[in-house]
T-cell receptor, first 109, second 115 residues
């Protein structure tokens, strides 16, 4: 299974954009890039996913490098409610979702 | 719409006891998953199921058994609990389809302590 590498932690000021990086140099052509986040004391929740093109939804944007070896989750205006652990995951036809340790985002008021 | 429901939410066991965690989903999802999360750690996949009557091993399957006799339920069993199995257990489900349909729906978690 292809693996991802994320920084252990990041900080951001409230109402500023946040760019959360993810490296996945061994990604295969069929792997989708998924992002989930886990708020304190809750189960993870889906944020966004994509294959090759950049994606936008109401929660965030996903920017995927042209060679697909890295991606960035963009929160356009961080709020205190966005403080969470963010997981970058690769999926393929096996349907296994391997989470890793993620990036703990701290949002400063 | 209840989504994914886990039972029980809390349980304390003694070493060697057995128990079963129940995950129920009402979204008619084909795929179901069991994860464990130790303090300060990410989620690790224990077992998963791609349909009724099927199960497969994840990253850390040892010490656990699972069954998927009904599409809506995925059971996780501990035959002889050990302190190393103290953790928070999360169940998740997703609909049938390729990886592009993506979204996993998670339960609220079951906190298990083994003394």
């Amino acid at each position: 299974d292809a693996k991802t590498t994320q920084p252990n932690s990041m900080e951001s000021n409230e109402e500023e954009p946040v760019h959360l990086p993810c490296n996945h140099s061994t990604i295969s052509g069929t792997d989708y890039i998924h992002w989930y986040r886990q708020l304190p004391s809750q189960g993870p929740e889906y944020v966004i996913h994509g294959l090759t093109s950049n994606v936008n939804n109401r929660m965030a944007s996903l920017a995927i490098a042209e060679d697909r070896k890295s991606s960035t989750l963009i929160l356009h205006r961080a709020t205190l409610r966005d403080a969470a652990v963010y997981y970058c995951i690769l999926t393929s036809g096996t349907y296994k979702y391997i989470f890793g340790t993620g990036t703990r985002l701290k949002v400063l008021a | 719409n209840a989504g994914v429901t886990q039972t029980p939410k809390f349980r304390v066991l003694k070493t060697g006891q057995s128990m079963t965690l129940l995950c129920a989903q009402d979204m008619n999802h084909e795929y179901m998953y069991w994860y464990r999360q130790d303090p300060g750690m990410g989620l690790r996949l224990i077992h998963y199921s791609v349909g009724e009557g099927t199960t497969a091993k994840g990253e850390v399957p040892d010490g656990y058994n699972v069954s998927r006799l009904k599409k809506q339920n995925f059971l996780l069993g501990l035959e002889s609990a050990a302190p190393s199995q103290t953790s928070v257990y999360f169940c998740a489900s997703r609909e049938l389809g390729g990886a592009n349909t993506g979204e996993l729906f998670f339960g609220e978690g079951s906190r298990l302590t083994v003394l």
